[in-house]
């Protein structure tokens, strides 16, 4: 299984912008399956974006053309580039990354948007 730590959340004003950046502890290279999802209080954990087999990406309704996910293979990380924030973007964002069929999640980290 692999190991995965976010890190990047934080406290920013609408209209600002925040990288998260999910590091593994062994190669991605292989995962067809790379993920972020969020959950704000009292509501499900929803898929925000992620990166598939063949390279095919999905973005929720809600982020299009404000969100960017990418991956790393060479430092085993994905990021996901978050601009043009809004305060309905405040929640605990989280990865998963699918290997050989497993999928793994992270802690989670916090993002906040003031408004």
């Known amino acids: 299984q692999v190991q995965l730590v976010e890190s990047g959340g934080g406290l920013v004003q609408a209209g600002g912008s925040l990288r998260l950046s999910c590091a593994a502890s062994?190669?991605?290279?292989?995962?067809?399956?790379l993920g972020w999802y969020r959950q704000a209080p009292g509501k499900q954990r929803e898929l925000v974006a992620s990166?598939?087999?063949?390279?095919?990406?999905y973005y929720t309704d809600s982020v299009k053309g404000r969100f960017t996910i990418s991956r790393d293979n060479a430092k085993n990380t994905v990021y996901l580039q978050m601009n043009s924030l809004k305060p309905e973007d405040t929640a605990v964002y989280y990865c998963n990354i699918v290997l050989r069929g497993v999928g793994s999640w992270g802690q989670g980290t916090q993002v906040t948007v003031s408004s």
């Open positions: 062994r190669s991605i290279s292989s995962s067809n399956g």
């Open positions: 990166i598939g087999s063949g390279g095919s990406i």
